[in-house]
């Protein structure tokens, strides 16, 4: 069996899949840490493998930009290749200047601008949110390697150039912590089929302040959040 976007059969992915927005991320992920990765996946380039972490089996696959090629792989995963677990490691632009770059952020909620929730068709406002047992083992796994946290809301947007005033200052003073573009799909589709996802993200750029990350504390930034997430495998 496969879809028009996974070749992969049944039985070739494991219950617990971390994804990436970028799928040569994910191939990073494989080759750096995973044990006897075979490649499940190429269409679109959307690289998905499957290997043992720690002699656990575990999947890594990309899932593209934004909402709805989340919601289509996540969708897919869940309801056709029984995963029980996603967990998307991820970047996001920061709301508060007093966060690093490189820091993470455990995405406890997902408020969104997004129409993908009307989809569901629900009598009101649904509060996406992360699986407890996934954020509570992310937690431990970052107070264990020592990792810089926060835990919190977050808001995934359909926009990155988005023209809209004070945008980022009105989610802000609500307490989102940053910014990013797949969390509450990929939490609603995990509600709706009765799996458990997770979102982490590392700080990549600040909205009220300048700062860049260089390329090479950007990729140990994110080798420290591949740490957490692979712990939760
Ligand atoms: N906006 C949306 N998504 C992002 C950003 C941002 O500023 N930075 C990293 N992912």
């Not at 840490?33 to 190429?42: D, R």
């Not at 991820?90 to 007093?98: E, F, K, L, P, W």
């Amino acid at each position: 069996m496969s879809t028009p976007h996974n070749a992969a059969n049944k039985g070739d992915i494991a219950k617990t899949v971390l994804m990436s927005g970028d799928p040569l991320r994910a191939k990073f992920i494989s080759e750096n840490y995973l044990e006897n990765p075979v490649c499940f996946n190429t269409v679109r380039n959307m690289f998905g493998y499957t290997g043992t972490y720690k002699g656990k089996p575990v999947s890594v696959m990309g899932h593209g930009m934004g909402m709805p090629s989340i919601g289509i792989y996540s969708y897919e995963l869940f309801n056709f290749y029984d995963v029980e677990n996603i967990i998307r490691i991820g970047s996001a632009g920061s709301y508060r200047t007093d966060l690093k770059l490189g820091d993470l952020v455990i995405a406890e909620g997902a408020c969104t601008d997004s129409n993908y929730v009307n989809s569901f068709d629900l009598p009101g406002h649904y509060a996406p949110i992360a699986d407890f047992g996934l954020l509570r083992k992310a937690v431990e796994a970052a107070e264990k390697l020592g990792v810089r946290y926060e835990v919190g809301n977050v808001v995934s947007s359909d926009v990155f150039y988005n023209g809209l005033d004070r945008v980022n200052e009105r989610w802000a003073e609500m307490g989102c912590i940053c910014i990013e573009m797949e969390a509450a799909a990929l939490y609603m589709n995990a509600a709706k089929a009765k799996k458990h996802a997770l979102c982490m993200v590392s700080i990549s750029d600040h909205l009220f302040k300048e700062e860049a990350l260089s390329a090479e504390d950007r990729q140990t930034s994110f080798r420290n959040m591949m740490e957490v997430a692979l712990e939760l495998a």
